[in-house]
């Protein structure tokens, strides 16, 4: 590989980041090599101890450390076994538990049913929170998922399945803008959304 094909090989990798796009690739690329003892030092290292010491949570699938699994909000004996909180992605999960309005255990989808992305009603991650229910006196299942098209398909999908094995379910309430998920509001209108949760069909 020359330099410029290995610079070029950067600029793909950055480009799978979330939410960058092919220009913006470019342009962190060209600031790490012409900061080759700063920037580009201190990224490779923060990637290598995130690689080392991070892992997913074996029980809910949020974010945790090498030597904290289950992570905390799994194995805290204060929390609410009887409540799971069904998210999108680990950010959200932090989100909500932010708030400071949810005592109960979570579970961390990793998306939402998509074929095009292969989480359809096979997916494993499915079929592991339909175990979870199963498991530790789950009573209650908010799902706390977006506002858009696909995340309301999940939510009738899951809600249907769940209702089947005699779990309530509910969503979140107002509040939530259409299109979108709970990582666009405010703490204190998601605080209200998880207080003020509807079943997701009304008796
Ligand atoms: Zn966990």
């Not at 992305?117 to 175990?131: C, K, M, S």
């Not at 309530?168 to 605080?191: E, Q």
Request: charged share 30%; hydrophobic share 35%.
């Amino acid at each position: 590989m020359t330099e410029i094909e290995q610079l070029a090989a950067l600029i793909r990798v950055l480009s799978r980041l979330p939410a960058l796009g092919r220009r913006s690739a470019e342009r962190i690329a060209l600031r790490l090599v012409r900061d080759r003892d700063g920037l580009l030092k201190d990224l490779i290292q923060a990637l290598g101890a995130v690689r080392e010491t991070i892992r997913e949570c074996s029980l809910c699938g949020g974010i945790t450390t090498r030597d904290r699994n289950p992570c905390p909000l799994c194995s805290d004996q204060r929390r609410d076994d009887s409540h799971l909180c069904v998210v999108e992605s680990p950010s959200d999960q932090m989100i909500i538990e932010r708030s400071g309005a949810y005592r109960g255990r979570y579970f961390v989808l990793h998306g939402k049913l998509s074929p095009r992305e292969g989480l359809g009603p096979d997916n494993p991650r499915i079929r592991r929170l339909l175990e979870r229910v199963t498991q530790r006196g789950v009573q209650e299942v908010i799902l706390a998922l977006g506002m858009d098209v696909e995340s309301e398909a999940t939510m009738s999908f899951l809600a249907s399945e769940l209702e089947k094995r005699g779990i309530r379910v509910s969503h979140l309430a107002y509040g939530i803008p259409a299109g979108s998920g709970v990582a666009y509001v405010d703490d204190l209108t998601l605080k209200r959304a998880i207080v003020w949760r509807q079943p997701v069909r009304p008796e």
